[in-house]
């Protein structure tokens, strides 16, 4: 089966002062946090706002499916480093099965004894946008010119048509 995984996250900055040399020094450190994640398998996609409606979900997968150590389901995940850094908290990782090109960039990792996570920007060495102009019957809407990036989103945060649509 197809799946990807792709969450969307809004970061925190807190207030700062510029040092001499133009640098930004904040009062604390900048943080962030995922509001929206969807999960696609084949033509379906899976919509959610929480990490405890992620590993729900998750679970659910797991038994439908009936996957297990041995019968796994394959994830893409584009620039699999930026989701890890958020999901790794919330799933059970098979620290055995983590493969990383650097320190906090892995290329794939297993977990919860079902799913396989890899990294398509690792494999494909191309931006989502050029992976998908490469890619047959695949269309890619990149919203840079009306999609707010700087706005503060919750998992409370309604959201427009515009933004699930990204």
């Known amino acids: ?75 893409y995940v584009h620039n699999l480093a930026f989701e890890f850094q958020f999901m790794k908290e919330f799933i059970e990782l098979e620290e055995e099965s983590l493969f990383a090109k650097d320190k906090r960039k892995p290329m794939k990792f297993s977990c919860n004894h079902a799913f396989e996570f890899r990294c398509s920007y690792f494999l494909s060495n191309m931006s989502l946008l050029k992976f998908c102009e490469n890619s047959q019957n695949c269309i890619h809407y990149k919203l840079e010119d009306k999609y707010n990036y700087r706005k503060i989103r919750t998992p409370k945060t309604p959201m427009s048509i515009l933004e699930l649509a990204y």
Not at 25 to 51: A, K, L, N
Request: glycine share 4%; net charge negative.
């Open 1 to 75: 089966l197809a799946c990807a995984f792709d969450i969307e996250t809004t970061t925190i900055e807190p207030p700062y002062t510029l040092d001499k040399n133009g640098k930004k020094v904040y009062e604390y450190s900048p943080y962030g946090f995922m509001y929206h994640w969807q999960f696609c398998i084949e033509d379906m996609v899976f919509f959610g706002r929480t990490w405890t409606e992620f590993v729900i979900f998750l679970e659910r997968v797991k038994s439908v499916l009936e996957l297990n150590s041995n019968r796994r389901l394959v994830v």
